[in-house]
C-alpha cells in the first residue's frame, strides 16, 4: 500500500499542496479528480520524488518510502513524450536499464510490450514517426517497465482513442490483479467512474473527498424522490425535510432528521397512492462539482 | 532486481545513450567527415602551393649572356623556387619579339652603364629580386676587382648572419599557425558540443521523460553521464582532426615540424579535457534554465560571450598578458599550449596551469551540478541563476 500523509508543497507565498492525505491500496485502482491547478500533479511528482516535499511524508509499505523503492515504481508524468529522434525500442530498453533491468532481459520485455500494443515490427521508427496515440503507447510502455510495484499515472487516458483506452485499461487491470496499487489522474469522470475502486478529489490543494464511488454517493445527506397519485404540496409541512424541488406529484427531499423519511413514506400512504419513492444517489460530476466548487 | 550496483553504473548508461545516440546521428557523422576533408584539403593546398617553383625565361643579346647566366646559376641561392632559363637573342628587336611572343619573361640589357630588366607589362617579382641581387653580387666584385680587393674583404664583419634567424622564423609562423589551429578547434567543439548538450538538456526537460529518469535514477548521474559522454564525442573528434592534420603535415614540407609538435599537442589534449569539463557543466546548466529551446538563446549568452572572450584572447593576447591569461581558467586552456608551442615555457607552467584548470572544473561541476539539479524540474518559463541557487528541491 502506498500512503500520502500530510503531504504539502509551497512555491513562494503560493501553497500548491496543503496537507493532503490518502490511500493507495494494493490492488486497488485510485482516480485522482481535481480541476486544474488543484495540486494533482505536485502531488504525484512528490510521491515519485521529483519534486522536493516540504512537510509531510509517503509511506511505501508502512516504511518512508526510498530512492530504489521509487525506481521500482511505474511513472507517467503529466506531459509527455520520450525522446523524438530516437527509435523507441532502443530508448525503452534505455528506461529498463535505468530503472535496474540487464540489457537482454529488458529487450525480451520491451519487445513483448511492443507487440502487445501492435508496434512489433515498429521498434525502429523513431519516436516522432509514430501518429499521437502510438507515440502514447510507447509512453505506457514505459511506464510499466520492468513489472512495476506500483503505478503512477498523470492523465493516463488523455489523448487515446477508444481502442486505445481499453487496452490501456486491460493493462492497469493486469497489474491491480497482481497486487499492485495503482494511482491515476483524470479529467475524464466517466472514466474514473467506470474503473475506479477509489477517489480522491483534490481542490485548490486540499483534499475534499476520498474513498469508493459508492461512499462517496453516500456520503452526503440522504436525499429522496417521491412520486404520489395527486399533488404533493403537503410535503412541505412535513418536519425533518428540507424540499429541493417540488413538481406536481413529483418531490425531492433532503432528511435533515434520521426517520424522518419514515415519517414522510407513512404520510404519503395515508393519504393516497404512492408511486415511487427511491432513494437519489447523485452522479460522480455532481458529487465532484459540489466538491470542488 | 533493485540493487546497489545497477545504481552505481547508471551513469555509464547515460554515457552510452549520448555517444551511441550522437555517432548513429547523420548530420554528425557528415558533420565530421566533412571537417576532415576539409582539414586535408588545406594541407594539400599548402603542399602543393609550397611545392609550385616558378620557371622564368631571361631573353639576353649576346653581350649581356654572361651577366644572365649569372643570374641562372645564382637564382637558387636567393628563391629557391625559381628557375631561370636564358634564351639567347640577336639584339634588342628579337628581344622585343621574344617578349611580346611570350617566349620570354623579362629582357635583360645594359643601358649607360646600368643594368635593365625590361619585360613585357606585368612586373617580374621573383626574377627582379633574383636579379637585383645576383647583379649587385657580381657588379660590386668587379668594382672591388677594379680597386684590388674583394668584396668578402670588403664586407668583412658587415654581415650579420641570417640562417638561424630565418629558420626560427618559419619555426615561429608554424607554431603561430598551429596555435591559431588549438584555438580554433577548441572555440569549435566547446561551441557545437556545448550547444547539443545544452539542447540534448531541454529535451529532456521538455518531453518530462527528466521526470521519468530522475524517479529511477540520481539526477548526478544524469549529468555526469551526459557531461562525460559529450567530452568523450568532442576528444574523439578532436583526435580525429589532430590525426589528420598531423599525418597530412608529413606530406608538405613541414614535415620537419612534426617531431616537435607532438609534445605541445599531447598538452593541448590535456588542457582540452579539463577546459571541456568545466564548460560543458555549464552548458548543461544553460540548458536546464531554460523551457523550451527558444530560451536557449539567453540561457546561454554569458557563455557564448565567455565562448568569444576565450577565442579572441587566445589568438590576440602576447607579452605579459599572455602569460598572465595562460594561468587563468577557463582561457588558460587555449593559451598555455599556444604558449607551450611558442617555446620558452618552464616546465612547471603548463603543470600549474593544467592544476588550477582542473580546480576550476571541479568547481564548475560542483555548481553546475547544484543549479542543474534544482533548475531541470522547474517548469514554465526560464529560470533565473538566483531561483535556481535558491530553490527548494
Sequence with gaps: MLEIRELTRRFGEHT???????????GLMTGFVGGNGAGKTTTMRMVMGVLGIDEGEVLWRDQPIT?????SFG???????????????????????????????????????LERFGLGERGKDHLEKLSLGNQQRVQIIASVLPKPAALVLDEPF??????????MVDLLREHTRDGVPVLFSSHQLDLVERLCDRLVVLAHGRRVAAGTVTELRDAGVPRFRLVLGGDAGWVRDQRGLDVLDLDGATALV???????????VAEATRRGDVHEFVRVRPALSEIYREATA | MSTHDDRERAWLLVTRREVVSRITDKSFLFGTAFMVLLIAGFIGFTAW?????????????????AMATAIKDGAAQVDEDLDVTVLEVADREAAETALTGDEADAWLHEVDGVWQLTSESSTQDSLTAVAEAVVRQQVLADNAAGVGTTVEALEAGSTVSTDFLRGDAEKAAVADAVGFVFVFLFYFAALVFGMQLASSVI???????????????????????????????????????LVVGLIGLTFTPYKSFVPALSGPTAWFIGFFLAGFVALACLWAVAGSLASRTEDLQSTSTPLTMLMLVMFFGGLSLDGRGQVIASFVPPVSAVVMPKRILAGGVEWWEPLVALGLLAVFAAITVWVGERLYRRALLQ???????RQAWSAAE
Design chain 2, 49 to 65: 602551393q609550397e611545392d609550385r617553383s616558378e620557371d622564368a625565361t631571361l631573353a639576353a643579346t649576346p653581350e649581356a649572356v
Design chain 1, 16 to 26: 500548491a499542496v496543503d496537507r493532503v492525505s490518502f490511500e493507495v491500496p494494493s
Design chain 1, 67 to 71: 530512492r530504489l523503492d521509487r525506481r
Design chain 1, 254 to 264: 433532503e432528511v435533515r432528521e434520521d426517520g424522518a423519511e419514515q415519517h414522510l
Design chain 1, 158 to 167: 488523455s489523448g487515446l482513442d477508444p481502442v486505445a483506452v481499453d487496452s
Design chain 2, 379 to 385: 517548469t514554465g518559463g526560464r529560470v533565473s541563476l
Design chain 2, 203 to 241: 529535451e529532456e526537460k521538455q518531453s518530462r521523460i527528466v521526470e521519468i529518469i530522475a524517479a529511477a535514477i540520481p539526477l548526478r548521474h544524469l549529468l555526469a553521464g551526459k557531461v562525460l559522454g559529450n567530452t568523450a564525442l568532442a576528444v574523439i573528434q578532436l583526435l580525429v582532426y
Design chain 1, 75 to 113: 511513472y507517467m508524468p503529466e506531459e509527455r513524450g520520450l525522446y523524438p529522434k530516437q527509435p523507441i525500442l532502443d530508448q525503452l530498453v534505455y528506461v529498463a536499464q535505468l530503472k535496474g533491468m540487464g540489457r537482454v532481459e529488458a529487450r525480451t520485455r520491451v519487445q513483448e510490450l
